[in-house]
């Protein structure tokens, strides 16, 4: 883990309708394992119940998983209440199910890295720790 005064706060939300958490979770607990901060918020989140939590928690990374096909909805809307709180620094990475072609636009507009099933957990966590080594 990098080096800083307090371990990495990673947000893991479910925006959307969505029911399937068991990913999320696998997740959640290899950064938790990995010594970072996680707070989960569980399944049906709207993009602004994520956003105020990321503010009310002071996160560093916010980690969206989506299987619902809604990403290209949900996503961007993240990223943009994000933004509009003053919190664009926050390092947004998002996993599920997406279309090869949704991912060119889903990076440009604004999150970070996309994982796709099968993406092993250890290399979800050492993106994260780099890419927050690189804020430090």
Known sequence: ???????????????????????????????????????????????????????????????????????????PQIVQGLAERGMSDVLVVAGGIIPEGDRGPLLEQGISALFGPGASTQDIVSYIEQAMAGRS
């Open 1 to 75: 883990m990098a080096e800083s005064a307090r371990p990495i706060r990673v947000l893991v939300a479910k925006p959307g309708l969505d029911g399937h958490d068991r990913g999320a979770k696998v997740i959640a607990r290899a950064l938790r394992d990995a010594g970072m901060e996680v707070i989960y918020t569980g399944i049906r989140q709207t993009p602004q119940m994520i956003v105020e939590t990321a503010l009310q928690e002071d996160v560093d990374v916010v980690g969206l998983s989506v299987l619902s096909g809604a990403h290209m909805t949900l996503f």
